[in-house]
């Protein structure tokens, strides 16, 4: 008789839990079944609200600016192909760089910047794919100093930096690199490129002036 008591009082206890409070509104927060002392810091983290305020900051607001270079996935509208994709009004890789960066001087020093925190590992410093990957078994790294990566448009190694290349073991970087950087990269490839096959007549007054900013 006590079992038959035992299972009727479980099943009503059971049954009242699954269907007795459907639809009720609380106006306080439900049983703690884990304490906080069990898990400190874990249930409770310190957080800010979207647009709520805050003391530490001069201005009041919790919600901050992006610091430069970040790089978010909520960007704003993609409407230059050349700058984000690549790419030419008719698809194809695009040559050249996109109007809307000036290559300078300042330019190619962000993309020696980073290249060597990205890039240098596996292609190396001079880009002969001799980095440091190779000495631990990584395959071989391609020198961007052939004929092919010499005369390959500048959108392909932009797609490549972007999308990764599967046949050539390299993971893709658009979470690392906004689209402006890897643009730089790219300078800076081309510059480490004429370094090697350029020649002495090339260097002229002129050129020189430019490179350093001077008119």
Not at 27 to 55: C, H, L, N
């Amino acid at each position: 008789m006590r079992n038959v008591y035992l299972i009727t009082a479980f099943a009503c206890v059971l049954i009242f839990s699954i269907f007795g409070l459907r639809g009720t509104k609380f106006t306080s927060p439900p049983i703690d079944v884990f304490p906080e002392w069990a898990f400190p810091g874990m249930k409770r983290q310190p957080k800010y609200r979207p647009q709520a305020a805050s003391e530490f900051f001069a201005d009041g607001r919790a919600d901050r600016a992006p610091v430069d270079h970040v790089v978010r996935a909520d960007l704003p509208v993609r409407n230059d192909d050349h700058l984000y994709y690549g790419k030419d009004s008719s698809g194809a890789f695009a040559r050249g760089f996109p109007a809307a960066l000036t290559v300078d001087r300042k330019f190619i020093e962000r993309g020696r910047d980073r290249y060597m925190i990205y890039c240098l590992p596996c292609h190396g410093a001079v880009g002969d794919g001799q980095g440091i990957t190779k000495q631990y078994g990584m395959g071989a790294t391609p020198t961007y100093h052939d004929d092919r990566l010499r005369k390959i448009a500048e959108g392909e190694i932009f797609n490549t930096i972007t999308n990764g290349s599967t046949n050539k073991n390299m993971l893709p970087y658009a979470d690392k690199l906004v689209p402006e950087d890897r643009w730089a990269v790219i300078a800076y490839v081309r510059a480490l490129q004429r370094a090697q096959q350029g020649t002495a007549a090339e260097v002229t007054d002129a050129a020189a002036r430019q490179s350093l900013g001077l008119k």
